[in-house]
């Protein structure tokens, strides 16, 4: 059984930084795809960035480009989203998902097989 456990979240000021890290237990991390989903108060869950099983090809919501970076730590087995520049839009729960079978990078919510729990991120104007 893949258990996903997500840490550092919090409440900070637009403008401002923060990395979340996703650790990862049971399979084989290697050879996973990892993304990022997040989801708002009343809205749909709605990807945010992705990772291949190697960390050399990535993905990112129109959103969060240029923002924020998705990068992997084999060893260590944990994904990470480094968010600068925070805006008030970027409030929500913030999901990391395990990818198993897809080919190339997922970026659709379905394609994902494995959730943590979340980390709630606010950011204040």
């Known amino acids: 059984q893949v258990q996903l456990v997500e840490s550092g979240g919090g409440l900070v000021q637009a403008g401002d930084s923060l990395r979340l890290s996703c650790a990862v237990s049971g399979g084989t991390f290697s050879r996973y795809g990892m993304g990022w989903f997040r989801q708002a108060p009343g809205k749909a869950r709605e990807f945010v960035a992705a990772i291949n099983w190697s960390g050399g090809s990535t993905a990112y919501a129109e959103s969060v480009k240029g923002r924020f970076t998705i990068s992997r730590d084999n060893a260590k087995n944990t994904v990470y989203l480094q968010m600068n520049s925070l805006k008030p839009q970027d409030t929500a729960v913030y999901y990391c998902?395990?990818?198993?079978?897809?080919?190339?990078?997922?970026?659709?919510?379905?394609?994902?097989?494995?959730w943590g729990q979340g980390t709630q991120v606010t950011v204040s104007s």
């Open positions: 998902g395990v990818d198993r079978d897809s080919p190339a990078i997922a970026v659709k919510e379905y394609q994902y097989e494995y």
